[in-house]
């Protein structure tokens, strides 16, 4: 089916084109509300700025596709390959997310908010400036994304995987942690409740049994945590906290997960398939009291 035949059944007031062969087609700034393109392959498609609310676009191939600025508020993309679009401004508030193909997308300023996120595959993807305010992420892939500046209030991240994801200057009011591994999360300059990261996190520990050992809170001295035959210890100013408690810090120690075990289904540039080996590590931390050496 091509771009003009689609339009015309559009008007002519059909609405089911499940399964419809649209890969490279030009529907920049369409006008598509409550279609049924389930299963559809839009394969590197042009839907910029397309107001397509209510859409259906379960289990539909968009790879490579351009969804720049796209109103897909209460769509559903529910299991959608999504892997490497662009997806730069879009609208997609209250939308079904359910287990998608996310991963290496571009989704700066995405607005997700109260989103189904759930079991989603966001790994490498760039959320840079997103809101996720409300959104359910539990058990979703954030492996290596860019949530810098990101909106997460009251997102409900529970089981996610968040193997070093950058939350530089993100907003973590209410969000839930509960069982998150923070171990190599950068998490300089992130709020939660207007405190910064590091007695957010303490907070967030104390009360969710994430596991923040070796988190990075700020950037320091560009030192080789893989390489380095005398790591930091990281979890020094944790123990000043929790070291009574053993269970607690039996937690915050757990080891973290290998790379090669949540680098599948997640496209990465050859440059980041292990970027353990270029980060940056913190030396101190900064804290209401002070500065703490680590």
Known sequence: MNTI?????????HRDFA???????????VTLIGVDL???NLTGANLAGAFMTGTNLAGANLNRSDLRYVKLSDGCLEGADLTRARLQGAFMVKSNCLSAKLSGA???????????LRKANFCG?????????????????LNWANLTAARLGDAYLAGASLTDVDLTDADLDGVDLRGVDLSTVVLSRAQRNGVESE???RIATHH???RLSGAVLETGHPNNRAGSKHPVDYAQPLRQSYGHNSEMMGRLMASRPEPSAIARDCWLPPSRLHPQSHRH???SISTQSGLIQL
Do not use: I, K, P, W
């Not at 035949?5 to 007031?13: F, K, R, V």
């Open 208 to 210: 969710m049994q994430s």
């Open 281 to 283: 590590v913190a030396r």
């Open 38 to 40: 389930a299963g559809a």
């Open 125 to 141: 993807a760039n959320l840079f400036g997103s809101n996720l305010r409300d959104a359910d992420l539990a058990q979703a892939n």
């Open 106 to 116: 571009s989704l700066d300023h995405v607005n997700l908010r109260g989103a189904l």
């Open 19 to 29: 399964g419809a062969d649209l890969s490279g087609a030009n529907l920049a700034g």
């Open 5 to 13: 035949s689609l339009l015309n059944a559009y008007e002519a007031g």
């Open 199 to 201: 007695e957010a996190l």
